[in-house]
Structure formats: C-alpha cells, structure tokens
C-alpha cells in the first residue's frame, strides 16, 4: 500500500505565539496519508500539540490516526471542509482528543475556539465555528462519571451526538454575526434549541 509523507501546506513552526494571550501551536503538522476505500485518514509523523491562553499543553502524539469525522456535518456546510481552512491546525488537535476522550468534550470545544483564534481565525467566525461544534459535535462521558458508576458500569467508553434540526442553527449564526454575543450566551441558546442533549440529562451539566 502506497504511503504519502505529506507536511501540509501552510503550516508553520508554531514555537512562536500569534497573538499575545491566544496562546501557541508547538511543533508543525507533518502526516502520512493512509490509504483507505471508505475514509480519507491521516498519521501523523510527529507530535504536535497547543498551548492554550492559561498555559495548559495539549497534545496530539505522533503515531496517531486521524479521520476527520469529528467535525460534523453542519459544521462542514456552513465552515468548509477541516484541513482546507484557516483552522487546519486547531482541527488536528481537536479530531485527536475527539478520538482520546481523555478531557471533557466541553474543554475541548473551547480548546478549538482558542487554538482558531490563534491560528487567525477572526472572533465573529472563530465563534460560529464553535457554535456548530458545541451543537453536532462528538459529546462524551469522562471516566469515573456518575454515568459509568450506575447505568454504563459495563461499557468502555459512551459517546455521542446532540439531536437538532440543522435549520435552526442558521438564526443563530445570523444572531452571532449581528450581536457577537460570548460563549456562554451562545451555548445556552444552544442549549434551548437541542432535542435530546445526550443519553441522560444529569450527564449534561457544567
């Protein structure tokens, strides 16, 4: 099977910050394309990680695989595809910790946000991208949760996705665009509008 070593275009030895307070990218995004029928994956060939704003490193390790098919569907409609954007190093380590579900979901959401900022996302965008995340995005359960204490005891790892109509996330990109509201006041309308959260509802709390 033919592998490509491929250092994707644009990226950048991230040692330096982009903006002071924004935080850092640290390494350089070199991967491998995987042959595969069915999905496009990626390995990456070196570690590469973000240091957020309050200094915490995240990390995705070199040998991992990534697929992409973290970043929902809605998000993909209205952002573009992952890798193909002003975002390409934000969605590495967002795919990677979508796959370890080693950190809340929550926190890794706003890992996203922050990293995008830092990769130059502007604020109105780096905030609808978070909004599609927050709303389609892969959710998860941490290990030692009341969840996996009593009811999913048994089972390895619970994850899942949010159900909504993918037409009521437009008003509230029009209502980012024009109010540029924070993160807190954009989860909790999208809190609102979500059909079914998660499996249990005291699993959803902040």
């Known amino acids: 099977m ?35 029928p069915f999905v496009a ?86 905030k609808v991208m978070y909004t599609a995340l927050y709303a389609a995005g892969l959710r998860w359960e941490m290990p030692g949760s009341s969840c996996f204490k009593s009811c999913h005891a048994a089972a390895p790892s619970l994850s899942w996705k949010p159900q909504l109509d993918t037409g009521d996330v437009e008003p509230v990109i029009q209502w980012i665009r024009q109010t540029n509201p924070g993160l807190g006041e954009i989860e909790s309308r999208v809190d609102a509008m979500l059909k079914k959260p998660g499996p249990h509802v005291f699993a959803q709390g902040h």
Not at 25 to 32: I, P
Not at 63 to 75: H, K, N
Request: hydrophobic residues 45%; charged residues 25%; aromatic residues 12%.
């Open 2 to 36: 033919k592998k490509i070593l491929l250092v994707l275009a644009g990226v950048f030895v991230g040692a330096a910050a982009l903006s002071a307070g924004q935080g850092r990218f640290v390494g350089k995004v070199v991967v491998e394309w995987l042959e595969d």
């Open 41 to 126: 994956k990626l390995r990456l060939r070196e570690d590469f990680g973000y240091e957020d704003p309050a200094g915490k490193r995240w990390l995705a390790p070199r040998g991992e695989v990534l697929d992409r098919a973290s970043i929902p569907l809605v998000f993909r409609e209205t952002i573009g595809m992952p890798l193909a954007g002003d975002y390409r190093r934000a969605s590495v380590v967002y795919d990677y910790y979508c796959h370890a579900m080693n950190e809340p979901w929550r926190d890794v959401d706003r890992m996203f946000y922050n990293a995008s900022l830092t990769e130059g996302v502007g604020e109105i965008n780096a």
